[in-house]
């Protein structure tokens, strides 16, 4: 029996180490050796989405469901697995990040960098373009946008659902040519 006892000691042990929360720095890589101060996560509309997000790198595919919310004052992410489990939960108020991590799965991006891909996609070049490097452009128009270096060199490209109201547009595909990843996004609502 106490073989039995110290396993699911053990277990809990290791599930309520996982479940951690911890504050984050307030930066992103966008390139190899550019790290920037992500934007303040205001935006003036709120936006929900439900996206099923699947991520192509180094020849294999592996897929998660974030859900997103945004408003004026914060931006919240919830990460799962197809099947449902969480794996991560960001909370970005108040320039602070707070970041659960229930699971961590080598093959997908850690939650920083999904964070990041999120808010490039669906914040205002404005508040982008404050915190880019000098040279660095955020270029944009109805179905695309393509963040180049100081060398006028494609960083990463995003494309979008074609939109016919003034709500904020909704990303259908990342391609992050430097860090060789893609995500492919399929709204869920």
Sequence with gaps: MTKIQNLLIGFLILLLCSCISKPNKLETWLSKGVKVNLPAPH?????????????????????????IDADNHSLNVIGLSTLGIRLFKIDYRDNEIKTEQNIFI??????????????????????????????????????HRILVDDK??????????????????????????????????????
């Design 43 to 67: 935006l003036t509309q709120t936006y929900h989405d439900q996206q099923l997000l699947t991520f192509n790198y180094n020849g294999q595919q592996h897929s998660l469901i974030a859900m």
């Design 106 to 143: 080598k093959e997908l991006p850690p939650a920083s960098q999904i964070l990041s891909d999120i808010m490039l996609s669906i914040y205002p070049v404005e508040q982008w373009q404050a915190v880019l490097p000098i040279g660095w452009k955020l270029i944009d128009d109805k179905e």
């Design 152 to 189: 006028n060199q494609t960083i990463i490209e995003i494309s979008y659902l074609p939109s016919t109201s003034s709500l904020i547009r909704k990303p259908n595909h990342i391609h992050h040519h430097v860090f060789g990843y893609q995500i492919a996004i399929g709204s869920m609502e």
